[in-house]
C-alpha cells in the first residue's frame, strides 16, 4: 500500500520560508495526483495545494496562492512544498495525501501521511 512521509516543518519567523517533502512508496508515484493539506489547533483540515501526475496542473488554496509553491519529482517519488512569506496563520500540521485530483482538491483520499509541524512566530 501506499505510503507517506512528510519532512521539513519547524520553527521560523514571520516573513521566512520553509520548505517541506514528503517521500511516497509502495506503488508507482506517477500515477497519482498529489496535495498538501494542513490543519491549526482546533480547526479543521483544510486543502493547501495539489498537482496533477506530471506536474502540468497546480492548483492553490486563495489563502496560500502567490506564496506557496507545489512541485514534484517523479524520479525520487517526493513531493514538495515551498512556503515563502510565512505569517503565524500558517502554524499548522502539514499532511501530505496521494489519490486522483479531484480525490486530493476534496481530501477524500485514504492516504495519508503523519504529517509535519511547521510554527511561526511573529
Known amino acids: 500500500q501506499v505510503q507517506l512521509v512528510e519532512s521539513g516543518g519547524g520553527l521560523v519567523q514571520a516573513g521566512d520560508s520553509l520548505r517541506l517533502s514528503c517521500v511516497f512508496s509502495g506503488r508507482t508515484f506517477s500515477d497519482y495526483a498529489m496535495g498538501w493539506f494542513r490543519q491549526a489547533p482546533g480547526k479543521e483540515r483544510e486543502f493547501v495545494a495539489v498537482?496533477?501526475?506530471?506536474?502540468?496542473?497546480?492548483y492553490y488554496a486563495n489563502s496560500v496562492k502567490n506564496r506557496f509553491t507545489i512541485s514534484r519529482d517523479n524520479a525520487k517519488n517526493t513531493v514538495y512544498l515551498q512556503m515563502n512569506s510565512l505569517s503565524p496563520e500558517d502554524t499548522s500540521v502539514y499532511y501530505c495525501t496521494a489519490g486522483s485530483y479531484n480525490t486530493v482538491i476534496h481530501g477524500s483520499t485514504d492516504v495519508w501521511g503523519q504529517g509535519t509541524q511547521a510554527t511561526v512566530s511573529s
Open positions: 498537482i496533477t501526475w506530471n506536474g502540468a496542473i497546480t
